[in-house]
């Protein structure tokens, strides 16, 4: 049983890659996800909606934004109880709309941090971490919040030793 775990929300289909839409079989996140696995044998954990976020990218940026207006916590398909067994928690998310995806508040406001170590990372096409660092020290209260990484989503797939920089850090 590993001490380390990722928690993470990622989308496939058409995304947005510097100005250019795309289809995309697995999303940005889950590729930076897997490396992170790789490295340190960690345990995988991936937030789900019930209801699948669109597979247009504007139609979900849209569906993304109202959520986030609304601060509606989207029902997610499984919900992560407990991460007592766990000192280091990796979180990944896209940024959308300046911060984590609605689906990512629904799980994360569930979980016990105190004592833990967390390492957050983000995939983004030029917005970085936005807010989402000033909303990950109120989701993860009692965390000690350690350095995050901010991937253009464009480059994941050539990420992978920059990855492994920081998560040696």
């Known amino acids: 049983m590993s001490n ?34 790789e490295l340190t044998d960690a345990d995988l954990f991936k ?18 934004k109202k959520e986030q207006e609304a601060a509606v916590r ?22 959308w709309w300046g911060t984590l995806p609605m689906a990512m508040w629904t799980q994360l406001e569930q979980l016990d941090f105190n004592g833990k170590y967390v390492k957050a990372f983000v995939t983004h ?21 350690k350095k995050g990484l901010s991937i253009p989503g464009a480059e994941v797939n050539e990420f992978k030793q920059r990855v492994e920089m920081w998560v040696d850090e």
């Open 125 to 145: 096409e030029g917005s970085g971490f936005g807010k989402s660092e000033k909303d990950l020290k109120k989701l993860c209260k009692g965390a000690n919040i």
């Open 74 to 95: 989207p029902q997610i398909k499984e919900t992560l109880k407990d991460i007592a067994q766990y000192d280091t928690i990796y979180i990944g998310f896209p940024n």
């Open 47 to 64: 937030v789900e909606t019930v209801i699948p976020y669109p597979d247009s990218y504007m139609e979900c940026i849209d569906v993304a």
């Open 4 to 37: 380390t775990l990722i928690i993470y929300f990622s989308r496939s289909g058409e995304n947005y890659f510097g100005g250019v839409l795309k289809n995309i079989e697995k999303g940005n996140t889950e590729v930076i996800a897997e490396y992170i696995q």
